[in-house]
RNA sequence: CGGGAUGUAGCUCAGCCUGGCAGAGCGCUGGCUUUGGGAGCCAGAAGUCGCAGGUUCAAAUCCUGUCAUCCCGACCA
């Protein structure tokens, strides 16, 4: 393509909307234009990004054995009902009323396909016999997203590559998402990109259940804790530590209980810094309805308490904060100064709590708090429990190193579905003894955008981006310096014409335009391979050749660039390939 | 939905406090020169100062409302 004829609208100065790295050098190269907040156009550079990942994640799905169809965006309210996702999208799902004739039409556009699929599946399946199988599409999918943010990281439209697995037992379904998980290994690398398999919320199924694909990036919207010794990855709620319970005993060097005067301290903050301690220094005690009993549950202040793993260890079916009334009745005291000592209700606490000597806590009385309260003695502990989100430094829980805190893009998720679809939508086959059973389901989720922005975002330097071959825009970029200059016109347009005919990707900078201006334009759009043509290397009979990443060009004499290009491209595709 | 910020030329921004001709740089158009890391000179085009209302002889500037965008939080397949 030469670059005259396209339409490549790069920017010198960053727009003052963009913040994240990404969303800045998407747009400064040209490659996006914002329509609206989460809402973008894809410029005929970035489009071709978009379109070359889309093809790469077709084909590994094709590799593992999965089918391409293609559904409808337009889906009937009615679905979304059946399977009680209408109330649990909320807001999310965007759906409205259209008039067809005398009647009214309620509509919901595609935040994902599940309902769609199942109920495709419950149509065409009948037997056992026509299992296992896993069909995918690559779709435009839409959410009314509270706040769209990061530019292309989080919009309320984008492509996404969703496939369902349906089988009739749990093998076939182990199978199934053996098949995507492998295949998304092999997409990210394939695409260039880091990324760590994640553990994430498993659902009715348990184990091992539910995978995120995470890209490391520090502005990714999502924290994870990694394990660099063994690999564990899980999200910060849904990550176990590898805390056990320490010793319950007063310490020997313990201070007196004082109750001290704290108005209107109701917060960790407040009081730490009306009584000059740290935060860490101090019991959260928060009231939960766990079911229909109050327990008071104790955080050391300046953790997050989980409220997943309270209700996994209270076995209770839901959790939630207790109302001021019930925190009145169980403390005594309004909202804001519960505390350990002499609650009259159930007590659970963190492993990090009894280790705490000379703690602060609130007095269960108004505007008062306790300092020096120590386990054992002033207040009671069989036993302690993993109940807040996992930080930075935790132990493993499978290698006992401490785990790092890491900021990633979601780019992929695998999910083991299990029946939930199938039984709410029908969908069920007969086995060999005439039986109907519910299909079992999993789901695989791509978001091919994020593949994009998560390259920008991470793949990149102070010049501008840097793309690897598999997913550039163009493969080559040829630029003649003057194009005035009828000797590097002519050495240009026959590299060209041969570059087209080798079926390379190539960009031709024919444009009027000083060598400076060029080069920056180059380094902005990040093309993987430059080849420069320019007067006074002709003089010498060479043109110059240098990947993106390279301090300074290599010169290979002109009847050879040819065969240089060709080999440095296959030897870089085999590299990105071998990942 | 709560908190904060910003809306002036295609882009980056000044002007607003203290009301009085609508500004600069980049980009764009034409011309000449230049041609190895975002060129120089000359001549131009380009704005409903987000929108609506109010105060005033007079509003980009002050007041009220509203819309949009960005950031933090809440929420989130």
């Not at 036993?383 to 780019?411: W, Y």
């Not at 660039?561 to 491209?569: C, G, H, Q």
Request: glycine share 8%.
């Amino acid at each position: 393509m030469r670059w005259s004829k396209t339409f490549i609208p790069t920017l010198k100065e960053t727009p003052s909307d963009a913040e994240v790295p990404s969303h800045q050098l998407m747009l400064r190269a040209g490659l996006i234009r914002q329509l609206m907040a989460g809402a973008y156009t894809y410029m005929p550079l970035g489009y071709r990004a978009l379109r070359k990942a889309e093809a790469i994640v077709r084909e590994e799905m094709e590799r593992a054995g999965a089918i391409e169809l293609f559904m409808p965006a337009l889906q009937p309210i009615d679905l979304f009902e059946r399977t009680g996702r209408k109330d649990a999208f909320g807001n999310v799902l965007i759906n409205f009323e259209v008039q067809r004739g005398d009647k009214k039409v309620h509509l919901a556009l595609g935040p994902t396909h599940e309902e769609v699929v199942t109920d495709l599946m419950s149509h065409a399946i009948n037997s056992y016999r026509q299992l296992p199988l896993t069909v995918f599409q690559i779709q435009t999918k839409f959410r009314n997203e509270e706040r769209p943010r990061f530019g292309v990281l989080r919009t309320s439209e984008f492509l996404m590559k969703d496939a369902y697995s349906f089988g009739t037992n749990l093998e076939q379904l182990d199978d199934a998402y053996q098949a995507m998980y492998n295949a998304y290994c092999r997409i990210f690398s394939r695409c260039g990109l880091t990324y760590i398999p994640v553990e994430a919320e498993s659902g009715p199924i348990g184990g091992d259940a539910s995978h995120e694909f995470m890209i490391p990036a520090p502005n990714g919207e999502d924290r994870i804790v990694h394990c660099k010794a063994c690999g564990y990855a899980a999200n910060l709620e849904r990550a176990d530590t590898g805390r056990e319970t320490p010793p319950i005993e007063t310490a020997a060097n313990a201070s007196e209980l004082k109750k001290v005067d704290t108005p209107d301290a109701t917060s960790i903050e407040q009081v730490s810094k009306m009584l000059d301690c740290e935060p860490s220094q101090m019991i959260k005690t928060l009231i939960y309805q766990a079911d229909d009993e109050p327990v008071a549950v104790l955080i050391r202040g300046d953790h997050e308490a989980n409220e997943g793993k309270i209700r996994r260890e209270l076995e209770a079916e839901s959790v939630e904060l207790a109302t001021p009334e019930t925190i009145q009745k169980v403390t005594g005291a309004p909202v804001g100064f519960a505390g350990p000592v002499g609650i009259s209700c159930k007590v659970i606490a963190d492993h990090d709590i009894p280790v705490i000597v000379d703690a602060i806590t609130g007095a269960n009385e108004g505007d008062a708090h306790y300092t020096g309260v120590n386990v054992g003695r002033d207040y009671q502990l069989d036993t302690t429990f993993d109940l807040r989100n996992a930080a930075a430094g935790d132990p493993c829980p499978k290698s006992g190193e401490p785990m790092e805190l890491v900021h990633g893009i979601e780019c992929g998720h695998v999910f083991k579905l299990g029946t939930k679809y199938s039984v709410s939508l029908g969908a069920d086959y007969l086995d060999e003894k005439e039986k109907r059973h519910p299909i079992i389901m999993g789901c695989y989720g791509i978001g091919v955008n994020r593949i994009i922005a998560s390259l920008a975002e991470t793949s990149n330097d102070e010049n501008g981006l840097i793309w690897p071959l598999a997913v550039a825009p163009y493969e080559v970029l040829l630029i003649p310096l003057n194009i005035n200059d009828e000797e590097v016109m002519k050495v240009s347009d026959n590299f060209y014409s041969q570059m087209q005919d080798a079926g390379i990707d190539v960009l031709y900078d024919d444009r009027k335009q000083r060598p400076g201006f060029k080069f920056k334009d180059a380094d902005l759009i990040g093309i993987p391979l430059r080849v420069v043509v320019g007067g006074k290397g002709l003089k010498e009979g060479l043109v110059e050749i240098k990947w993106r990443t390279d301090g300074d060009p290599t010169k290979v004499p002109v009847d050879e660039a040819m065969d240089t290009v060709n080999a440095m491209l296959a030897q870089r595709r085999e590299e990105e390939e071998g990942e």
